[in-house]
């Protein structure tokens, strides 16, 4: 916004200009530069803010494939590709775990049965691959247990499948979707004041094998909100999951 202001006579500028003009004048001076500065400072945060809602969006959007590395174990025998971004965790509990760096939740490990206690010949001891898949959904679930109030767990099984890789061996393949519930209030009394809310809700793709012996499972875990946009790079490294000669 600009003010325009008239062209004064010089004799009345220099002689009959009162104080309230004068007032006046400053007045719609300090308003209009007020008007400026307030102005470009609104444009100022609002070029912020787009630029740094389309900044990031561009840079989630623009990731290219991030590529793989192969995680080998020649001791316990067997081997794996996973995402090079991502992170090994250690004191995890599972053989070997890696988690993405910024999807917390995206994670994969490897667990194996006992030398001493497991005598695994095929995968197909555990039955149909339907059958595999009820345990290792049974296995997730009792990992999960919870002992909390008002926690609430809906489980499905999404799929399972088999098949035999380049190596000759006969792979299990098993997928779950696993939601949790939770009140925002377990000991209020009535029950109108709990108020069940989703916790997390997460996709569970297994790998299993069998080699030496022993029982191998390769575990993937996602958000099921980016599930589809990580699917492809997930399933590449459900492939390239072995199990080998175990040279320990």
Known sequence: MSFHYPDFPAPFATTNYSASSRAISCQLQTTKGFAVL????MALIFSSYIFSRVGLHDVALAQPSVGFREYIDTFDGYSFKYPQNWIQVRGSGADIFFRDPFV???NLSVELSSPS???YKSVEDLGQPQEAGKKVLQQYLTEFMSTRLGVRRESNIVSTSSRVADDGRT???VEVNIKSYANNNELAVMPTDRVTRLEWDRRYLSVLGVENNRLYELRLQTPE???LEEENELRQVMDSFRVNKASG
């Open 225 to 227: 909100s980016v599930f």
């Open 38 to 41: 307030r102005r470009d400072a």
């Open 117 to 119: 206690s497991s005598r």
């Open 104 to 106: 917390l939740d995206e």
């Open 171 to 173: 792979y299990y393949q």
